[in-house]
Structure formats: structure tokens, C-alpha cells
């Protein structure tokens, strides 16, 4: 297991990769032919699958739980969930994945990891719509120098799979403008369900993009528009919230562009990630995110957003 042990070395190198339109993704296999992804930073730990214990009422997915350095914390199959093909090994559940995001913690079980991988995240495409079944749970492909494809996983579908939405409780109207609107980007169906709800709550309109690039493409379209009509776009949108991790431009790039643009100035820019540590917030201020809000908590988000809108 030193392989694995040594996979995760070097972390505080991988913040430097904001702004760099770069991640890195570790990969490993379900016992079928397939490659699955996923990012480093929601990593904690890769090992050999302890002794688990089985819980009476576990939700689908859930083999049971382990005790992890004093800390009880449930353990998922994959396969469950992903895996398109017989698996062509019956032990598929030997390694499990130690993953920390959206205020979570929980082990992935799988067949094998492989390595980590630097990408281009222009080279991360969407999915396309023909993978029908899977593609809720795939957020993103890409291809390796040897022409194999790697699916990353959406995996804050998959938890929330596994533990329920959250429910969106009762906020209150924020006093807005009825001109004005917000813009949001987020790769993942889950979380833009989520903030479509929050949003709607608050009663403030919006536009919306589902990857960095899509959420550049417009934002520029809404600049050029107001510029045309002459009017400041700071008076119409009030705020940019990006997700971090995105196919084809990530939310660090796409802060850069926006804040490096005259057009947008005075307009902030919220990071919504489900990446909730230290370092993923420091990445945000080094490329002049607003505020940091980690996924997903409505009432913290709302809380973040509200008086933004309302300055």
C-alpha cells in the first residue's frame, strides 16, 4: 500500500494549480474495463478496505460504516451506483477511497486505483446526452494520452443519492430591484437544482451556465448588451456565483477573466464548492473571489448572498 500512501504527497503544490485552468484527478477502476476520476482535492486518504459493520436501514449504496482515527463514518459502493458492465473481477469493494466534500466524509469502495493525473480542464468535456442512464452521475470526460476515456464521477450526486436533498427551508425575500438578476455556473444537476431553489426563495432572478466556459460565453454577452443599451452592467447584475470545479474552465479561470474585465467591475463573485478547506478558499482569494460558501447549506448560502445582492 506505500503506492497508494505516497499518492496524496505534495498537496499544498497542487494549490498553486488556481488559475492555471488545471486539476488533478486520481483514478481508479470499479472491476469492469472502465476508467472513473476523481478530483484530488476531495481526496483524504486511499487504503485497504477495513472490516465493515453492518447497520440495520442502510439507504441504497451504503455497505455499512467503519471507524475511521475515532470518527464513524459510512462506506459506499460505487458499483452500486456507476458501473455499466459486469465486473470482471467478484472482488471489487478491496480499496476504498477516503473523500471529504460538502461537509461530509465517507468512503468509496472500489476495485484498484491507478494514479493521478494532471488535466487541462479545457481538455474536460460534458458529457453527451446519448449516455442516458450514467451521464446524472458522470459530470465530466476526459482522454488519456493512450486514447482511453476517464469518466469523472459527479460524486455530490451520488451522496446525495445516498442521503437525501437537502431541504430548502422557508427565507426571506431579500428587498431587490426588479431589473436586477444574478448570474450562477455549476456543472453539477444536483447543485444547480439546489441553488434554484435558494434563489427562488430569496426572490432574485437569475441566468444560469453549466460549465465555466458556457458562464464566460454569456457574461460576455451580457456585458457587450448592456454596453450597447449604455448602461452599467453593475446596475443590472449583481453577482457571479461559480462553482469551482467545471469542464472546459474552471471557476478560478473564470474569476480571473471576470475580475480582470473592466465591465464587471463592482460586480462580486461568490465560490460555491463543494472544495471546503482551507486551502480551496485560499485558491479562491488568490484569484479575487468575494466570498467563500461551501456546499450546500441553504441557509448559509442565502445568508452569503443576500447582502451582496442587496448593497
Do not use: C
Not at 451506483?81 to 472500489?110: G, N, R, W, Y
Not at 458562464?215 to 456565483?241: F, I
Amino acid at each position: 500500500m506505500t503506492q497508494q500512501a505516497n499518492l496524496l504527497d505534495s498537496v499544498d503544490a497542487r494549490t498553486k494549480l488556481a488559475g492555471s485552468n488545471k486539476m488533478e484527478i486520481l483514478l481508479f477502476t470499479l472491476g469492469t474495463r472502465e476508467i472513473f476520476g476523481i478530483n484530488v482535492f476531495k481526496v483524504r486518504e486511499v487504503s485497504q478496505t477495513p472490516k465493515i459493520t453492518k447497520t440495520p436501514n442502510m439507504p441504497h449504496g451504503v455497505e455499512g460504516v467503519i471507524s475511521l482515527r475515532g470518527n464513524i463514518i459510512p462506506v459506499i459502493a460505487l458499483s452500486r451506483f456507476v458501473a455499466t458492465q459486469e465486473p470482471t473481477d467478484a472482488d471489487t469493494t478491496s480499496t476504498m477511497i477516503v473523500t471529504e466534500f460538502s461537509k461530509h466524509t465517507q468512503a468509496f469502495l472500489v476495485h484498484d486505483v491507478d494514479r493521478i493525473i494532471r488535466v487541462d480542464w479545457d481538455k474536460v468535456r460534458a458529457p453527451e446526452t446519448m449516455l442516458a442512464g450514467n451521464q446524472a452521475l458522470i459530470t465530466a470526460i476526459t482522454e488519456l494520452p493512450d486514447g482511453k476515456l476517464v469518466s469523472i464521477l459527479d460524486v455530490e450526486q451520488i451522496l446525495s443519492t445516498v442521503i437525501g436533498e437537502p431541504v430548502i427551508p422557508e427565507l426571506p425575500k431579500a428587498a431587490l430591484d426588479p431589473d436586477t438578476f444574478m448570474f450562477f455556473v455549476d456543472d453539477s444537476m444536483v447543485a444547480r437544482k439546489e441553488i434554484v431553489g435558494v434563489l427562488d426563495k430569496i426572490g432574485i432572478k437569475y441566468y444560469q451556465a453549466n460549465n465555466g466556459k458556457e458562464a464566460w460565453d454569456k457574461l460576455q454577452n451580457l456585458a457587450n448588451r448592456a454596453a450597447h443599451d449604455g448602461e452599467r452592467l453593475k446596475d443590472k447584475l449583481k453577482m457571479v456565483l461559480v462553482d469551482a470545479e467545471m469542464p472546459e474552465m474552471d471557476g478560478y479561470v473564470l474569476t480571473k477573466y471576470i475580475k480582470s474585465d473592466h465591465r464587471f467591475q463592482g460586480i462580486p463573485v461568490v465560490m460555491h464548492s463543494s472544495l471546503s478547506s482551507n486551502a480551496n478558499r485560499a485558491m479562491g482569494s488568490s484569484v479575487g473571489v468575494d466570498a467563500y460558501v461551501a456546499k450546500f447549506d441553504p441557509l448559509i448560502l442565502a445568508d452569503t448572498l443576500t447582502p451582496l445582492l442587496v448593497s
